[in-house]
């Protein structure tokens, strides 16, 4: 099982053998290479309304979080969210579920962390787990692993109000801010009825995973039954249950994390780091017996990988490295670990970003005709985008310190470079 992303990013999917034959497919995100102006999302309004009885569920897999961030699971403006919060005692982080009024103020909660009366679940980075909210008519309730932690009886959860917003998974965008999840989702399904109103078994290794679709599923994606292999030009694929999920600037094809959610062939972590016009890469193999060779791949785009080199691996050490003298602007990285016959897995991917600029402002906003960037190192090309209020990229080029903005209709903008977006106001 693998990772999971939708509105405003850029899109990985995963491909690889798994435990489960039918299930080898996931959707892979990395926060750090998002694209607010990538848009991934379910765009079947009404279609998506249910009542008084429903579950939203799924497979989760966070690799970091930071401090007073807040990424989506899955949300529908002015209806639901689930997303991440602060960790019990002993975790990571935990999950919030609420419902939304038509200003999109939270008016209802169910949570994991201990607080409002839940009971605390100490979720970790690195590990796959099964999320479920479910509400019966009366009674809402939130399960992790298939153990209930909170359940409320607010009416403010019938979620009956009509809505032609869309759905997006493993993330957010609106007006200035993105919440963005680092990791992924698989088999998330959406149903218009109660699955469950109390304790349930599920697993990683065994039914009812893979998830499947009935009467009562109104979306489901599982992955596997997408044709997106090797495509780099496909615009949107059909769910298993319902809908169209639909997405711009597809990125890459890339494996990655395995079923159970660890790095495969004893790999501890696979870490990147910049030291001076140089990357090092640092691994932990933990198996000091079994021979392996380690292929080292980059990629520059996450989608054509080639061999930079190879480390052997040697009884009785568990700590490796090796040095990339030729870094790009930014680096994606993966071991292929090939044993003595010649079978391989690929690690997880790491990712880079070398050139250090600094903090850039732009100036005067609001703008008339011409935008001027300071903080740009060296006068270097970098490049940039512009994207409208709705999230649709307008433009896109290489600037050394000056845009200009041709004309554009007056109104509020957003200018993304360096993975960072600025709104400016054209007047």
Known sequence: ?????????????????????????????????????????????????????????????????????????????????????????????????????????IIASL??????????????????????VSRDGTTARMFIDGTEVHSSTDPDFVLSTPSGNAVNYGGRFWGSYERFLDGALDEMRYSDIARYTSNFSISKHSSPHPT????????????????????????????????????????????????DGTLPLDIQYLNAKASGSEVILTWNYANQINPRVFEIQKSLDNKLWEKIGYVKSEKGKTDYSFVDNNPGETNYYRLKIVDPDGNYQLSKVVSLAYKDYQDINIFPNPVDDVIYISGLKDNTPVEYEIYDIFGKKIEKGLTSGMIRLNNKVPGMYFLQMNRKTQKFIVK
């Open 212 to 259: 499947s679709g009935d009467g009562n599923t109104i979306l489901l994606f599982n992955f596997d039954n997408s044709d997106l292999t090797n495509s780099t030009s496909a615009n949107s694929y059909s769910a298993t249950a319902n809908g169209t999920l639909t997405y711009s600037d597809y990125n890459a094809l890339s494996d990655d994390l395995p079923l």
């Open 111 to 132: 949570r994991c962390d201990g607080n409002e009366g839940s009971s605390a679940f100490a979720m970790n980075f690195g590990k796959w787990y099964h999320v479920a």
């Open 1 to 105: 099982m693998k990772k999971l992303l939708f509105n405003f990013i850029i899109l990985f999917i995963s491909i690889q053998t798994s435990l489960f034959s039918q299930n080898v497919k996931i959707l892979d995100l990395t926060s750090n290479t998002y694209s607010s102006g990538s848009s991934f999302y379910v765009p079947i309004g009404a279609q998506m309304q249910v009542t008084d009885t429903w579950t939203f569920e799924g497979w989760v897999y966070v690799d970091s979080r930071g401090s007073n961030d807040y990424p989506n699971i899955m949300d529908r403006r002015t209806v639901f969210s689930m997303y991440l919060i602060d960790g019990a005692s002993g975790g990571d982080y935990c999950v919030r579920f609420v419902a939304r009024n038509t200003s999109d103020n």
